[in-house]
């Protein structure tokens, strides 16, 4: 396992469309998260999966968006209707679980610009 | 609700000069951690702080933790150019960590 893969690595559209991202884990981790991170800020939190149970959502994230992650293994977040303040970067991490000594493992993220 | 802050925010320093980072916290938590984000990159995991007092080092850089004081610091020892980036300190909550703004460095020769 070579760590915490998302796809795509960038992502241009056009306002209005709908994206969708992916992040595949760690295989032993059953915690993943989403997070937002805009130029020059630190990331923020999103949305927080323990196996395939959603479990805490950022009031950050309005209704255009959704998460799920099936069957506990990868996740996808979706925004549906993008508008130019959707404009980040969303990295995923995941980790094994809430009291492991270990910190979270981050995905290279995706860097999406709406244009 | 839940503030991390940093300080400073931007940090412009002289190659083999010492300095402090200081991360500032408004809830009870035992865990913090620090990250390093290169440019364009993700975070990479710098120090997992687990408990009161804990003291972390890692080549040039040393990161503490006083719970009681809902502070942690990151120092760096003859800073190199190679530390340039951008250092964020995180918060363990129940669910998932709670970012500072981050501290942008500059070590300039």
């Known amino acids: 396992d070579t760590g915490v893969s998302q796809d795509p690595r960038h992502k241009i559209t056009k306002r209005g469309q709908n994206v969708t991202f992916r992040c595949d884990p760690i295989?032993?981790?059953?915690?993943l998260y989403w997070y937002r991170q805009t130029l020059g800020q630190g990331p923020e939190f999103l949305t927080y999966?323990?196996?395939?149970?959603?479990?805490?959502k950022s009031r950050l994230l309005s209704d255009r968006f959704s998460a799920e992650r099936p069957k506990g293994s990868f996740s996808t977040l979706e925004i549906q209707r993008t508008e130019q303040g959707d404009s980040a970067m969303y990295l995923c991490?995941?980790?094994?679980?809430?009291?492991?000594?270990?910190?979270?493992?981050f995905g290279s993220g995706t860097r999406l610009t709406v244009v | 609700e839940l503030k991390v802050e940093q300080n400073p925010l931007f940090l412009s320093m002289q190659e083999g000069k010492n300095y402090t980072i200081y991360c500032n916290y408004s809830t009870t938590s035992d865990r913090l951690y620090w990250y390093r984000q290169d440019p364009g990159k993700s975070l990479e995991s710098l120090f997992v702080?687990?408990?009161?007092?804990a003291v972390k080092q890692e080549g040039r850089l040393m990161a503490s933790l006083d719970t009681k004081a809902r502070l942690s610091t990151l120092h760096i020892t003859a800073a190199v150019h190679d530390l340039s980036a951008t250092y964020f300190c995180?918060?363990?909550?129940?669910?998932?960590?709670?970012f500072g703004a981050g501290t942008r460095l500059t070590v300039k020769p």
């Open positions: 991490a995941s980790r094994e679980s809430d009291g492991t000594p270990d910190g979270y493992t």
């Open positions: 702080l687990l408990s009161n007092g």
């Open positions: 999966f323990q196996n395939e149970a959603q479990l805490e």
């Open positions: 295989s032993e981790h059953n915690r």
């Open positions: 995180a918060v363990d909550m129940r669910y998932d960590m709670r």
